[in-house]
């Protein structure tokens, strides 16, 4: 006697069919042994580009590499991962020994990734892939050199000179990358301190994106979008100018703009 159908159905497959019992199953194949020695070994590093707001300009952090390849030459800060580590966990890592913060302060600012950089001959001495991020964070100290580099320091974003490895390419996204997030995002209260002015948080927008905003316009549309900022308690701050005292807020819960906050067009700062 035959044996009775029974159904099989599998994800994403269209109704199910009979498969009689007599039928016999296939067993999967072993698979060939792994032999890590029939690739070509690679390593796996984190370059940041790291960005504030000092004095009204853009600047972004570069160190002065101090070993080959590029002594001597300017670059971002990175370094690479280590075995017991992520690339995310190295990132942090790196901001924190770069920017002289607490691991825990530096694990608080803003960083996300931007993209991986692969080309076989970005760097001289092997194969090395790079996963860059992009760091946003308000004024700081002067930063301090940290692994290989001789020194660090903040520098204006439009005077930076050419940088060594593919790190000009690397900085060219993180800008873009930043100034169209600007629009859509809650991004610029990321440069800002915790509690800061309008005024501040405009001039965010005007150094970014290299355009004068119209305050009154701007103001309304901060305060109108739902969760940008937050209004604080107790007496304002008095600004440096004779205008009188500005009000203080700080990051509100939101994390994208409702309607987005668009940059204008034909107009510089």
């Known amino acids: 006697m035959k044996a009775p159908a029974r159904r099989v159905t599998t994800a994403g497959d269209p109704p199910p069919y009979d498969v009689p019992h ?33 004095d009204g300009r853009l600047h972004v952090l570069l160190v002065e590499r101090g070993e080959a390849p590029y002594r001597g030459d300017w670059a971002l800060p990175g ?34 990734q931007l993209r991986t950089y692969s ?47 593919d790190h000009d390419d690397i900085l060219a996204d993180a800008y873009d990358r930043i100034g169209a997030k600007l629009e859509y995002t809650c ?18 927008y005007e150094t970014v994106w290299g355009v004068a905003l119209d305050r009154p ?25 004779r205008g009188k005292p500005a009000a203080l807020y700080r990051a509100g819960a939101a994390t994208t703009l409702h309607p987005p906050l668009l940059r204008p067009e034909g107009r510089t700062a």
Do not use: I
């Not at 690479?80 to 790196?94: D, I, N, T, Y």
């Open 22 to 54: 007599d039928v016999p199953h296939e067993a999967p194949h072993d698979a060939p042994p792994y032999d890590p020695s029939a690739f070509e070994p690679f390593a796996v590093t984190v370059d940041l580009a790291v960005f504030t707001v000092r």
């Open 79 to 112: 370094g690479f991962v280590q075995p017991k580590e992520s690339a995310g966990q190295a990132a942090r890592r790196e901001l924190a020994e770069e920017t002289g913060l607490s691991e825990e302060t530096a694990g608080a600012l803003h960083l996300e």
């Open 119 to 165: 080309a076989p001959d970005r760097d001289p001495r092997m194969r090395v892939v790079s996963v860059a991020y992009a760091a946003l964070v308000p004024d700081l100290p002067e930063p301090r050199g940290g692994g290989d580099a001789v020194r660090a320091r903040w520098t204006e974003f439009g005077d930076r000179g050419s940088l060594a490895f």
């Open 187 to 204: 991004l610029a209260t990321a440069f800002c301190p915790p509690e800061f002015t309008l005024g501040e948080l405009r001039q965010v």
């Open 217 to 241: 316009n701007f103001r309304r549309k901060v305060l109108t979008t739902p969760g940008f900022v937050q209004a604080l308690e107790g007496p304002p701050r008095r600004t440096g100018g």
